[in-house]
């Protein structure tokens, strides 16, 4: 492979996920409605976003002939992965959603299911009712809100946490709102991180082409 086509490959492979990743949250930012995902689902969709930092020192390893070193790199990158990975049902991501938004929804669906609602601080809620602990933090950056769930009582959180989320899933389909700023301004950052590695690869077509059938042909 030429150093030319290697470039071009790892500028899509550098930029390639972290476009897709803002295009989507501009995309969602730009909804009528916000969008809910679990939090185990958002980690996930997050951790792509970091595949070009974790490929780029394995394939230098690799070109060093450093099996042994590529084999405890990917290990522990998967223990990293599983043990920062969120538990079924201990939390949700909304986009699309500021704090206040967030908080009143909330509040919206405890009286949907009747629940008290016992409050130390604004955004940390304690339901003895239900035996949940509820908290809510935000990253305006992103225009999103989390939403985690906890309780003393596991074998009973998972059914009530799934409750509450379905009264919320509830309040957040009856929303509508404009687009917003932040969705249009994410669209525009990833459609031009998503540019730089389209335009050297629509530049340099033939010389992938010919790399593919070298490689197809091997």
Known sequence: MTDQAAFVFKTILALGPLAVYFLGLGLVNSQA???ILS????????ATVFVPLIAAPVVLLLEHDQVGLVSVAIIGVAGLFF????RPGSGWVVYNCSPAQGRRLLYQAYRRLGW???SAEPDRHRIPGAGLSVSLSALPLLRS???SVESADRRDSAAKSHELVAAFRDELAEEAMLPSA???SL????????GVPMWYLFHNMQLIVDVVRRILTA
């Open 33 to 35: 409605r916000p969008c």
């Open 39 to 46: 939090a185990r689902a958002d980690f996930c969709i997050l």
């Open 83 to 86: 043990t920062l990975l969120p």
């Open 116 to 118: 008290r609602v016992e």
């Open 145 to 147: 809100v989390t939403l």
């Open 182 to 184: 932040t969705g249009v």
């Open 187 to 194: 669209v525009v950052i990833g459609a031009a991180l998503l």
